[in-house]
Nanobody, 119 residues
Framework: QVQLVESGGGLVQPGGSLRLSCAAS????????MGWYRQAPGKQRGLVAT???????NYADPVKGRFTISRDNAKNTVYLQMNSLKAEDTAVYYC?????????????WGQGTQVTVSS
């Protein structure tokens, strides 16, 4: 069992920056990768970025060069640094943990945090 809690969302102007945090608890050792996904109103949840335990990262095309996913294993926390934010980035952002306890691509999800980019 893995529990995830996101934080750091809020309202930001276009071109601004925001950093999201996701703290994991429970069976931390079962996690082999973590990621961020987002869901805008009326749209399906989609990939933002992932990072494996080995440090391999993957980004969706719309955020490449603007977002950076990172992790702090000592704090059991994954971050998403979002720069040069656009209105199109407005969505609920969810943290996901890929765990040996659940078959791929299933995993554990956080409750989500709202990011609104607007002037």
């Amino acid at each position: 069992q893995v529990q995830l809690v996101e934080s750091g969302g809020g309202l930001v102007q276009p071109g601004g920056s925001l950093r999201l945090s996701c703290a994991a608890s429970g069976s931390i050792s079962s996690i082999y990768a973590m990621g961020w996904y987002r869901q805008a109103p009326g749209k399906q949840r989609g990939l933002v970025a992932t990072v494996t335990n080995g440090g391999i990262t993957n980004y969706a095309d719309p955020v490449k060069g603007r977002f950076t996913i990172s992790r702090d294993n000592a704090k059991n926390t994954v971050y998403l640094q979002m720069n040069s934010l656009k209105a199109e980035d407005t969505a609920v952002y969810y943290c996901k943990a890929f765990s040996r306890l659940r078959p791929f691509p299933d995993g554990y999800w956080g409750q989500g945090t709202q990011v609104t980019v607007s002037s």
